[in-house]
């Protein structure tokens, strides 16, 4: 019961299929011309694989401790201690997201120079990241402090590889961040409110907006950042390389 109200049980599964393939269909289906047709499938489908083979272990960890538990019914089974449904969740996440980044501008003009200096600005920036995410580890805050450095690393690459070309873009990666991670906190908020997962308050902040932990905005926050900054990376390498190859095909010597 909430607020006197009969919540309808939903199993993760019915979750996935309710609140995360309608807008992931009406993406493919009924939005307008892309400028990167279906958000360039090799970058895609290679995110997806990192997303999960990064993500398994430390979803494990806080399962194993007690950070978070799932509702009774709710998930089909588990390899390890996660479910099914949350591997499926860490494909269909970049799939959500990158059809949402190709409806924006995605290119970039910049060359592919990177000097030391901004690389290493990078790699500072992640490791600052980390150096809050071990301030946070303690019992109280362990879900923030664990998200932090798990994040970290992943952060210091992206910055280091090539923040200037973010920053290029950062009309577009604050668009591509901001509106799934929005829709995703709020259905998150639908399922916590449903008892399909749950958290360990000892583990917590404590702080939520609208009923929402912060650690789980910050989590889709941070995954969503990774998705389209790995994207917006991946694409400025892309399109560097096709205009190399253009370069070399009009100078290449032509048959008589």
């Known amino acids: 019961m909430s607020d006197g109200i009969a919540l309808v049980a939903l199993t993760y599964l019915e979750f996935h299929l309710l609140f995360i393939l309608p807008p992931l269909v009406a993406l493919l289906v009924f939005a307008g011309p892309a400028e990167r047709p279906y958000a360039g499938p090799f970058g895609v489908a290679l995110l997806a694989a990192v997303a999960v083979c990064y993500t398994t272990p430390w979803d494990n960890h806080l399962i194993a401790t007690g950070v978070w538990a799932y509702g009774e019914g709710t998930v089909l089974f588990r390899i390890w201690h996660v479910p099914i ?5 860490f494909v269909l996440q970049p799939v959500l997201t990158s059809l949402w980044l ?51 690393p992943v952060l210091a690459i992206q910055w280091a590889f090539g923040w200037p070309v973010l920053w290029e873009r950062r009309r577009t990666l604050a668009l591509g961040v901001g509106v799934p991670t929005a829709y995703l ?11 399909i997962w749950t958290f360990d308050p000892a583990y917590m902040t404590g702080l939520a907006i609208l009923g929402l932990p912060i650690e789980e905005l910050l989590f889709f926050g941070l995954t969503n950042v990774f998705l389209v900054q790995g994207l917006l990376l991946f694409w400025w390498v892309t399109d560097r390389w096709e205009q190399v190859r253009t ?10």
């Open 85 to 89: 449904e949350e591997y499926l969740f």
């Open 102 to 152: 190709a409806r924006l501008p995605t290119r970039s003009d910049r060359a592919f120079g990177i000097s030391l200096p901004q690389r290493a600005l990078g790699l500072f920036g992640g490791g600052l990241v980390a150096a809050l995410g071990l301030f946070f580890l303690a019992e109280s805050t362990y879900y923030l402090g664990t998200l932090l450095l798990w994040a970290s």
């Open 185 to 195: 906190a709020a259905v998150d908020r639908i399922a916590i409110e449903l008892g």
């Open 247 to 256: 370069v070399w095909r009009r100078s290449a010597p032509t048959g008589s």
